[in-house]
């Protein structure tokens, strides 16, 4: 395959890139002292953003989303990728779960989330369930025309700025050959039902982007609200999570990229024993390692996308891209901290958050291990004797 990008592409890339230096980088160092992004610096990111059409990029076209393919937005995510997920995500990217909206959904969630108006996040985990999502709690009952909807969600990014939430319940359990199965439902939950509770959950990577844990008590939801079809939940989700692998991968080039150049820049630059440290092959070959195994995420990146594009992308293949992008992020952050000595660990530079914010790509969209154990059943399968 060829990933060359085109001058079209090329354009995109440039203007995302320029977008991140000059409306995001620069308020950065605030974020993460803050804490959490201030609301007038929210707002001013989230216009310009949608000033520039970098809004809502990956959702549908007829919706007024960007529609961006998935090669598209893997070169903007790369862009993206440089910058705190704090700040990068507020040029929402909607949970492409969302396009499953039919009815009076679009426009009362869809297009108001792709226009701005609204923001949505995804609540599936919970303080029992991440890795083993079927081992969720939370229960909806019927009642009448309503969904009762009763238990507890964590580690929700962006719940806090949230206007609704796309809960996961178990809405029944079916009787099927291999014992009893449970029935997840997707449901559009308003943040404002009674029963609703948000409360902030810290985290050391991306300090502004802020996790949070979700109460569910006794919340009454209207069918309309249920998302796709009852029961259908779960398949729902599996199907659009490989788009949150790739583009992860993408975010992890990105902030790798930029890790490399501090550290590039710096080894050209600092002296010890009457050199630049960069002509000292122990630094040199740290760079050189940097250089190839970001190269070859990206490689795997633009793979997968072309893949997903094509609807062909396996679930081995999601899973070895997001392990290793997110795996290379870890080690380049890391590498880059250390050739800084000890200005790598202090808080003036920003190396230190670099290599914060890497950490949390090896557990939040997959850990490695789940990763490890998809693509090591795919290859035992294989060869199966
Ligand atoms: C900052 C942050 C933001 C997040 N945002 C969201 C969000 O917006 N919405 C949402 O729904 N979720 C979100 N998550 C949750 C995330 O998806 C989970 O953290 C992740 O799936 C892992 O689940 P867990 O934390 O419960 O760990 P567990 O599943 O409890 O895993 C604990 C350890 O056991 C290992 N393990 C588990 N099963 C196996 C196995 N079969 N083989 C080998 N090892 C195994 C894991 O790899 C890990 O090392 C977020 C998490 C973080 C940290």
């Known amino acids: 395959m060829d990933f060359r990008i085109g001058d079209e592409q090329r354009m995109l890339a440039d203007s995302v890139k320029a977008f991140v230096a000059g409306e995001i980088l620069p308020h950065?160092?605030?974020?993460?002292?803050?804490?959490?992004?201030?609301?007038?610096?929210?707002?001013?990111?989230?216009?310009?953003?949608?000033?520039?059409?970098?809004?809502?990029?990956?959702?549908?076209?007829?919706?007024?989303?960007?529609?961006?393919?998935?090669?598209?937005?893997?070169t903007v995510e790369v862009e993206f990728g440089r910058a705190t997920r704090a700040l990068q995500m507020i040029c929402n990217r909607p949970a492409p779960i969302l396009k499953a909206c039919r009815g009076d959904q679009i426009e009362t969630y869809l297009k108001p989330t792709i226009r701005g108006e609204r923001m949505d996040c995804f609540a599936l985990t919970e303080p029992g369930a991440g890795s083993d999502a079927r081992a969720i709690t939370t229960r909806a009952v019927k009642d009448g025309d309503d969904w009762i909807i009763t238990g507890s969600k964590q580690f929700i990014t962006q719940a806090m700025r949230a206007d609704y939430m796309i809960v996961f319940a178990v809405s029944g359990v079916d009787e099927t050959p291999r014992g009893p199965r449970k029935r997840m439902t997707a449901f559009l939950v308003d943040k404002d039902s009674a029963g609703v509770s948000v409360?902030?959950?810290?985290?050391?990577?991306?300090?502004?982007?802020?996790?949070?844990?979700?109460?569910?008590?006794?919340?009454?939801?209207?069918?309309?609200?249920?998302?796709?079809?009852?029961?259908?939940?779960?398949?729902?989700?599996?199907?659009?999570?490989?788009?949150?692998?790739?583009?992860?991968?993408?975010?992890?080039?990105?902030?790798?990229?930029?890790?490399?150049?501090?550290?590039?820049?710096?080894?050209?630059?600092?002296?010890?024993?009457?050199?630049?440290?960069?002509?000292?092959?122990?630094?040199?070959?740290?760079?050189?390692?940097?250089?190839?195994?970001?190269?070859?995420?990206?490689?795997?990146?633009?793979?997968?996308?072309?893949?997903?594009?094509?609807?062909?992308?396996?679930?081995?293949?999601?899973?070895?891209?997001?392990?290793?992008?997110?795996?290379?992020?870890?080690?380049?952050?890391?590498?880059?901290?250390?050739?800084?000595?000890?200005?790598?660990?202090?808080?003036?530079?920003?190396?230190?958050?670099?290599?914060?914010?890497?950490?949390?790509?090896?557990?939040?969209?997959?850990?490695?291990?789940?990763?490890?154990?998809?693509?090591?059943?795919?290859v035992l399968a294989e060869f199966a004797v």
């Not at 520039?52 to 549908?60: E, H, I, Q, V």
């Not at 209207?222 to 998302?227: A, D, E, G, H, W």
Request: charged share 25%.
């Open 28 to 74: 950065e160092e605030l974020v993460e002292r803050q804490g959490f992004v201030p609301e007038d610096l929210f707002q001013q990111v989230k216009r310009k953003s949608i000033e520039a059409g970098f809004y809502a990029l990956n959702m549908p076209e007829e919706h007024g989303g960007g529609g961006l393919g998935s090669l598209e937005r893997a």
């Open 199 to 378: 409360a902030p959950l810290k985290c050391v990577s991306n300090r502004g982007l802020v996790s949070t844990t979700i109460g569910l008590e006794a919340v009454r939801v209207p069918s309309r609200n249920i998302l796709g079809e009852e029961g259908l939940g779960f398949k729902m989700a599996k199907a659009w999570i490989f788009s949150g692998r790739v583009m992860l991968a993408a975010n992890c080039v990105g902030l790798a990229e930029r890790a490399m150049g501090m550290a590039a820049t710096w080894a050209n630059t600092r002296t010890a024993f009457g050199q630049t440290i960069g002509k000292f092959q122990g630094t040199a070959f740290k760079l050189a390692d940097m250089a190839m195994n970001i190269h070859a995420a990206r490689l795997m990146v633009f793979d997968a996308a072309q893949k997903m594009s094509l609807d062909c992308l396996s679930q081995r293949e999601a899973a070895q891209v997001n392990l290793f992008a997110s795996e290379m992020v870890g080690r380049v952050t890391d590498e880059a901290l250390q050739m800084y000595g000890g200005l790598g660990i202090a808080e003036d530079l920003p190396l230190q958050r670099f290599w914060r914010d890497a950490r949390v790509e090896r557990i939040w969209e997959g850990t490695s291990e789940i990763h490890r154990d998809v693509i090591s059943k795919d």
